[in-house]
């Protein structure tokens, strides 16, 4: 990978799943990015998260200026929730629809959660249906047309629209209109999986590039892309390169930069495939990993360190000073993301943890 391609950093606004942005190129040797579940707000904050919170921009705009407040009073002088940056204009698109859009843009049907964040009911296509799917028209899409609309009632209100949809990737919207039927799939009819996975990465493209002009005509220009391959560990490093890696590929090239999520997985058997993608200027994976491997094969991307909030809210201040002490020695510069931290989980743990990454970067 050219050293010229520009890094991402992780990102978590206020009630939103982790996704990615821009670095600056300034970030600490270990940098925090902490997050919340949108129960962990619930439980001090009258926020309902189900569906006014992802359609109605006012209400959401309100709300990210309590939850804003909220991270101001709990956790001061930190960059918890972007509350050292300015607020205006404020992030009103990040975490809208959580991780539902590619596959409510398919015709799934959203489940709104006023503690969580939004599922999809799961109607899983046949395999027939899967081989005659066609990519929806964006442009008499109801729900992509709400999208837009909510792009446009955001600039209207801050000036310009900054912030990121989340489309997954394209194994993760796979299972969502597949179901778990697709592991036979790729095993069983090769070509109807091509097919799903082709049409899935047309409408990841296409959804994207139009909201990104919208953003961009606003003052808020992204060239970057990111995608989630969160069930890349239920298939093998072979089925990764034959059937996903080309749509990672494909995604990256049509942008200036690519960042890929894996969750908190073990992300060794797809180390050296990862390496080989054009333009990789993000890429994250769990503790278990061999992150010296990780460091030699992608030193150019900005890596990012998935630990577990459970890690964080169980085990032992040692046993994390140990943990955060091996991510230093082996993967450093990094990211730590502790991302989903849920209601109960004491706030000094997470002074804890951000302290460390102050201490272990030389900060203190």
């Not at 804003?68 to 709990?74: D, K, N, V, Y």
Request: aromatic residues 10%; contains cysteine.
């Amino acid at each position: 990978m050219p050293e010229a391609t520009a890094q991402l950093i992780s990102y978590i606004a206020p009630a939103a799943p982790a996704t990615r942005r821009p670095a600056t190129g300034k970030e600490p040797f270990m940098r925090p990015e902490i997050g919340f579940t949108p129960s962990w707000y619930r439980q001090t904050l009258d926020i309902d998260f189900s569906r006014r919170w992802h359609t109605d921009v006012e209400y959401r705009k309100e709300t990210v200026s309590a939850m804003r407040a909220e991270l101001r009073r709990r956790f001061p002088g930190t960059s918890i929730g972007g509350i050292d940056r300015p607020d205006e204009p404020a992030d009103l698109l990040t975490g809208v629809f959580g991780g539902t859009p590619v596959a409510a843009i398919f015709g799934l049907p959203i489940i709104y959660d006023a503690n969580n964040w939004p599922n999809v009911e799961h109607r899983y296509l046949s395999r027939d249906e899967i081989r005659r799917l066609d990519a929806p028209d964006l442009d008499n899409n109801a729900f992509f047309g709400q999208l837009v609309d909510q792009v446009r009632r955001i600039i209207e209100l801050e000036g310009r629209c900054e912030g990121f949809i989340n489309w997954q990737g394209v194994i993760n919207i796979a299972l969502r209109l597949r179901g778990p039927d697709l592991f036979m799939d790729m095993i069983d009819d090769a070509k109807a999986c091509h097919h799903l996975f082709d049409t899935i990465c047309t409408v990841i493209l296409e959804a994207t590039r139009r909201l990104r002009i919208l953003q961009r005509e606003s003052g808020a220009d992204y060239t970057f892309a990111t995608v989630s391959n969160c069930s890349v560990n239920m298939v093998s490093p072979d089925q990764y390169e034959e059937f996903l890696m080309p749509h990672d590929c494909h995604i990256a090239e049509a942008f200036d930069t690519i960042g890929i999520h894996n969750c908190a997985w073990t992300a060794d058997p797809y180390l050296e495939l990862y390496a080989s993608v054009p333009k990789l200027g993000y890429i994250d994976m769990g503790l278990n990993s061999d992150l010296s491997r990780a460091l030699e094969l992608m030193p150019h991307a900005r890596r990012a360190l998935m630990y577990t909030p459970m890690d964080l809210a169980n085990k032992p201040e040692r046993e994390i000073r140990e943990d955060f002490e091996r991510i230093v020695r082996d993967y450093a510069p990094c990211d730590i993301v502790i991302a989903d931290i849920e209601a109960g989980t004491p706030d000094e743990r997470v002074r804890f943890a951000m302290d460390l990454c102050r201490e272990l970067s030389g900060d203190s």
